[in-house]
């Protein structure tokens, strides 16, 4: 990957551009919370040549979900099974919504 492509991705929320360091210091959190997650398997960080973890932005936002769970009291590997329960309900959601909408323009007077 060139300097050009890097940057080109930048904007990539999947795109792990972030060192386990600088992830926890942007969470205001520890590298071990970190490890934790992984190793509860709620986030997967993709690793560097040298087998650094990396972290994307979309991965943060996760991690930030969680800290926020065991900053009220929640325990660490519950607040990740809650986190990984929000996301297979919102997707549910979306694909109920689009079979709806399916369904609709099949049928438009099914929809009154």
Do not use: K, W
Not at 3 to 19: H, K, M, N, S, V
Not at 92 to 98: D, F, P, S, V
């Amino acid at each position: 990957m060139t300097a050009d492509d890097t940057f080109g991705r930048l904007d990539d929320d999947d795109y792990p551009a972030y060192t386990m360091g600088r992830a926890a210091e942007m969470l205001g959190t520890t590298q071990g919370f970190l490890r934790a997650i992984g190793e509860a398997r709620l986030i997967t960080p993709l690793r560097s040549a040298g087998g650094h973890r990396r972290y994307s932005r979309y991965q943060l936002r996760i991690a930030a979900r969680a800290r926020e769970l065991v900053d009220h009291g929640t325990p660490i590997e519950a607040a990740c099974r809650i986190i990984i329960l929000e996301d297979q309900l919102e997707e549910a959601q979306r694909l109920n919504a689009e079979y709806r909408r399916a369904t609709e323009s099949a049928n438009p007077t099914a929809a009154v």
